[in-house]
């Protein structure tokens, strides 16, 4: 890759998130980190706002912009294949943004890019959650984004009914099935529902804020840290 691509590139990468280490620009861009440290000092002394330091990340002042970017043919190709896969998984709301999204993008690439693009020869097939499901996958999206707590009438694989008062934190695809990962209030700590099993969904007023030991994050690391004692158990 030319030089100058690779700095194009860095800075698409820095800007698209909200913090990126340099390790992981490193790994995107198949450098060294010692190679991203010194694109990235070239591009501020150029007057690229890069913020950040060495070991913490970078990002882009929000300020910052560049010019409406064309997509590749295989780009183009990637989105087109990314939303046929996505769309009979998703509730239906999204589904319709997905597909709205994509018009947008493919109604501005050049003649012969779109017809590629258009004529991918991959599909998905339209299996995917019952319409309830994909209903109650919407309310709880909008639930998360809207810090809610949500009421919910749940049958485990035991056939047993509960009433649970959760924090929702996430909804999760499994190639099969959607879960809800969240911190039930009932039970004091994490849960994972299986979405297609929740007999009634209540989305409440009561709204919740971030404490420690109840986000997302903290699940996440809580799994990191259960896996990481059975592989060690195992002898892994």
């Known amino acids: 890759m030319r030089r100058a691509d690779r700095l194009f590139q860095l800075v698409?990468?820095?800007?698209?998130?909200?913090?990126?280490?340099?390790?992981?620009v490193a790994q995107r861009l198949e450098v060294s980190v010692r190679t991203v440290y010194r694109d990235i000092a070239d591009l501020q002394a150029q007057g690229v706002p890069i913020e950040?330091?060495?070991?913490v990340g970078y990002r882009m002042r929000p300020e910052f912009d560049l010019p409406p970017l064309m997509f590749t043919q295989d780009e183009a190709k990637a989105l087109v294949a990314s939303v046929r896969l996505a769309q009979p998984r998703l509730d239906v709301a999204l589904a319709l943004q997905a597909e709205a999204a994509l018009s947008k993008i493919l109604a501005v690439l050049p003649g012969a890019s779109r017809a590629a693009a258009e004529s991918l020869a991959l599909y998905?097939?339209?299996v995917g959650p019952d319409p309830g499901t994909r209903a109650r996958l919407e309310s709880l999206r909008v639930a998360t984004e809207a810090r809610q707590k949500v009421h919910l009438r749940y049958l485990d694989l035991k056939q047993q009914l509960s009433d649970r008062l959760v924090r929702p934190l996430g909804c999760f695809y499994w190639g099969e099935v959607w879960t809800l990962a969240a911190w039930c209030e009932v039970r004091d700590g994490f849960r994972n529902f299986r979405i297609d099993r929740i007999q009634q969904l209540g989305v409440l007023d009561q709204r919740f804020r971030d404490e420690p030991g109840k986000t997302l994050a903290d699940l996440f690391r809580a799994t990191a840290s259960e896996r990481g004692e059975g592989e060690r158990s195992a002898g892994v």
């Open 12 to 24: 698409q990468l820095i800007r698209g998130r909200r913090l990126s280490t340099a390790e992981f």
């Open 52 to 55: 950040g330091e060495a070991g």
């Open 124 to 126: 998905a097939p339209p």
